[in-house]
């Protein structure tokens, strides 16, 4: 499974920066129903892959996630604390991240938990800040900061449409 993910991964939601096709095509079935059947064995391949050490498999995580969030909200929950720790210690886990790059399909994966599971997501982002370093303690920051961005963006469409 961990062999055939990038290429579902890839189908279901293109990384158009490292496209050489100009508009690649999308279909997002093979993925779903992969998830659909096999959503532990997808789970733990997820697990593997955060633990690869390599920028791309890590937010190819991240971008299978936020793709399967838009139908089961709570697919990410099941790996947060993972999601967590190698985002909030992105240069310590991840070869290829110097200090404070960003991981935005992590982010979106991040912000999936937070509509499903927010006490969770709290609770394992404060036990991370506890000692942290300074890089560590801004990638938090940066979440908070998004989900704050999220919220407002939200309330304002809502006003807009009252």
Same mark, same amino acid.
């Given at each position: 499974?961990?062999?055939?993910?990038?290429?579902?991964?890839?189908?279901?939601?293109?990384?158009?920066?490292?496209?050489?096709?100009?508009?690649?095509?999308?279909?997002?079935?093979?993925?779903?129903?992969?998830?659909?059947?096999?959503?532990?064995?997808?789970?733990?391949?997820?697990?593997?892959?955060?633990?690869?050490?390599?920028?791309?498999?890590?937010?190819?995580?991240?971008?299978?996630?936020?793709?399967?969030?838009?139908?089961?909200?709570?697919?990410?929950?099941?790996?947060?604390?993972? /999601?967590?720790?190698?985002? =909030?210690?992105? +240069? &310590? %886990?991840?070869?290829?991240?110097? @200090?404070?790059?960003? #991981?935005?399909?992590?982010?979106?994966?991040?912000?999936?938990?937070? /509509?499903?599971?927010?006490? =969770?997501?709290? +609770? &394992? %982002?404060?036990?991370?800040?506890? @000692?942290?370093?300074? #890089?560590?303690?801004?990638?938090?920051?940066?979440?908070?900061?998004? /989900?704050?961005?999220?919220?407002?963006?939200? +309330?304002?469409?809502?006003?807009?449409?009252?």
């Amino acid at each position: 499974m961990r062999l055939a993910l990038p290429a579902i991964v890839d189908l279901a939601s293109p990384d158009y920066g490292n496209s050489f096709v100009r508009t690649p095509r999308r279909d997002e079935r093979p993925l779903l129903a992969f998830w659909k059947h096999h959503r532990t064995i997808i789970l733990k391949a997820v697990e593997e892959v955060l633990a690869s050490r390599r920028l791309y498999t890590v937010e190819m995580a991240g971008r299978l996630l936020s793709m399967v969030q838009r139908t089961d909200p709570a697919a990410a929950d099941p790996v947060a604390q993972s /999601l967590v720790s190698t985002y =909030v210690r992105a +240069r &310590l %886990l991840i070869d290829d991240v110097e @200090g404070e790059e960003d #991981l935005p399909h992590m982010g979106d994966a991040l912000e999936g938990v937070f /509509l499903t599971a927010p006490e =969770v997501l709290n +609770r &394992l %982002l404060q036990e991370y800040a506890a @000692g942290s370093d300074r #890089l560590s303690a801004g990638r938090i920051h940066k979440i908070y900061a998004r /989900l704050l961005d999220w919220r407002r963006d939200r +309330r304002a469409a809502a006003a807009k449409s009252a």
